[in-house]
């Protein structure tokens, strides 16, 4: 499956923002699906991830309350709804699908990634 993340930008702090991610070339609707985040110089973060069906979801510390993912499987898409922005979350975020209903925290249990998009906030 092919995952094609955009949304990102510059946004001030307190701002918002909404990523989405596209997914093409596979049945979306059998990934749980997740999103992880890299700043410079920095490992990669656990965002959110969120089940097949959309019932479930689970979010990192550092966003609980601020982020929200959602996804439509209709449109083969998952998004990420960004709140409150500080400049901590400036990072590259990458939309990822894992095989299968359970989600995970590790990115290596993640077979698929798209590219990346940048959200840069400012102070």
């Known amino acids: 499956v092919q995952l094609q993340a955009s949304g990102g930008g510059l946004v001030q702090g307190g701002g918002s923002l909404r990523l989405s991610c596209a997914a093409s070339?596979?049945?979306?609707?059998?990934?749980?699906m997740g999103w992880f985040r890299q700043a410079p110089g920095k490992e990669r973060e656990f965002v959110a991830g969120i089940r097949r069906s959309g019932g479930s979801t689970l979010y990192g510390d550092s966003v609980k309350g601020r982020f929200t993912i959602s996804r439509d499987n209709a449109k083969n898409t998952v998004y990420l709804q960004m709140n409150s922005l500080k400049p901590e979350d400036t990072a590259v975020y990458y939309c990822?699908?894992?095989?299968?209903?359970?989600?995970?925290?590790?990115?290596?249990?993640?077979?698929?990634w798209g590219q990346g998009t940048l959200v840069t906030v400012s102070s």
């Open positions: 990822a699908a894992r095989s299968g209903s359970l989600y995970s925290t590790n990115g290596y249990e993640f077979e698929y």
């Open positions: 070339g596979g049945t979306f609707s059998s990934y749980s």
